[in-house]
Nanobody
Framework: QVQLAESGGGLVQAGGSLRLSCAAS????????AGWFRQAPGKEREFVSTISLNGGVTYYADSVKGRFTVSRDNAKNTVYLQMNSLKPEDTAVYYC???????????????WGQGTRVTVSS
């Protein structure tokens, strides 16, 4: 079992930045691929980014590519999502997830946090 807890969300103006953190506990986090997803009001959950076991491989949704950066610190059992140049359309609840293989579909992930809300004002 892996427990995940996101933090770092909040209200920011368009063009601003936030850094989300996802702290893991339980089994060794370095054994899991990490992913970030988001769900905007009235919309389905969508893929944002994923990062490999050692952080060497990352992948992003086209909508965030060049603005968001995913990283992880396995010594701290934490994965991060640095979000720059935020847009109102980035407003959503952001979830981190842990799984065995890097995937862009949510069902591939076994463990989920409860989410952190990001609101970007125009």
């Amino acid at each position: 079992q892996v427990q995940l807890a996101e933090s770092g969300g909040g209200l920011v103006q368009a063009g601003g930045s936030l850094r989300l953190s996802c702290a893991a506990s339980g089994r060794t986090f370095s054994e899991y691929v990490a992913g970030w997803f988001r769900q905007a009001p009235g919309k389905e959950r969508e893929f944002v980014s994923t990062i490999s076991l050692n952080g060497g491989v990352t992948y992003y949704a086209d909508s965030v590519k060049g603005r968001f950066t995913v990283s992880r610190d396995n010594a701290k059992n934490t994965v991060y999502l640095q979000m720059n140049s935020l847009k109102p359309e980035d407003t959503a609840v952001y979830y981190c997830a842990a799984g065995r293989t890097p995937q862009i579909i949510s069902v591939a992930y076994d463990y989920w946090g409860q989410g952190t809300r990001v609101t970007v004002s125009s």
